[in-house]
T-cell receptor, first 112, second 114 residues
Framework: SQQGEEDPQALSIQEGENATMNCSYKTSINNLQWYRQNSGRGLVHLILIRSNEREKHSGRLRVTLDTSKKSSSLLITASRAADTASYFCATDAGTSYDKVIFGPGTSLSVIP | DGGITQSPKYLFRKEGQNVTLSCEQNLNHDAMYWYRQDPGQGLRLIYYSQIVNDFQKGDIAEGYSVSREKKESFPLTVTSAQKNPTAFYLC?????????????FGPGTRLTVL
């Protein structure tokens, strides 16, 4: 069973608008990560938020974490056509190992 | 330049053949991973290794095998027992420890069975 589930599955916005993607998970976690994947490429790490953090910023990215609701959101402000990609959340499922579990992803299209 | 490389980028296999996908990293990472990605889907863990000469099965290990003879290398063999091997394969590495499990990914190998 998947630990993380992104919502929506697909999102299409105009350039300059903000894009918000959500991730829900089932078990307790130590941290949650967001990754980006351009079509046909490997994943690139965007941001990691620990379970004792509520919000984190990196450039135009803002991530929030609500452990009581077992959910996280990724906000991309002032989107650009180059932000077109798939975005995945990944959680460690609170295990003692270093493996993470990826959700199915949100496909974001930013229209110029 | 530090990074993680995969080869080949594209691979074609006839049914019944074994093929080996290469993954090399020079990031001095202890942990390495293999994932499978099917179209429009997320990543599923095949195998992972936290230390040389040791590895663990992931969620979909059947029909795959790995070795970890060197810290830098974690090749994946797709055997003829894998019934539906056509997919995009991604290798990743990370430092050990919960606080440091950001994963660095290679560019991927697209395997097609003819």
């Amino acid at each position: 069973s998947q630990q993380g589930e992104e919502d929506p599955q697909a999102l299409s916005i105009q350039e300059g608008e903000n894009a918000t993607m959500n991730c829900s998970y089932k078990t307790s976690i130590n941290n949650l990560q967001w990754y980006r994947q351009n079509s046909g490429r490997g994943l690139v790490h965007l941001i990691l938020i620990r379970s004792n953090e509520r919000e984190k910023h990196s450039g135009r990215l803002r991530v929030t974490l609500d452990t009581s609701k077992k959910s996280s959101s990724l906000l991309i402000t002032a989107s650009r056509a180059a932000d077109t990609a798939s975005y995945f959340c990944a959680t460690d499922a609170g295990t003692s190992y270093d493996k993470v579990i990826f959700g199915p992803g949100t496909s974001l299209s930013v229209i110029p | 330049d530090g990074g993680i490389t995969q080869s080949p980028k594209y691979l074609f296999r006839k049914e019944g053949q074994n093929v080996t996908l290469s993954c090399e990293q020079n990031l001095n990472h202890d942990a390495m991973y293999w994932y499978r990605q099917d179209p429009g889907q997320g990543l599923r863990l095949i195998y992972y290794s936290q230390i040389v000469n040791d590895f663990q099965k992931g969620d979909i290990a059947e029909g795959y095998s790995v070795s970890r003879e060197k810290k830098e290398s974690f090749p994946l063999t797709v055997t003829s027992a894998q019934k539906n091997p056509t997919a995009f394969y991604l290798c990743a590495s990370s430092m050990l420890g919960r606080a440091h499990n950001e994963q660095f990914f290679g560019p991927g190998t697209r395997l097609t069975v003819l």
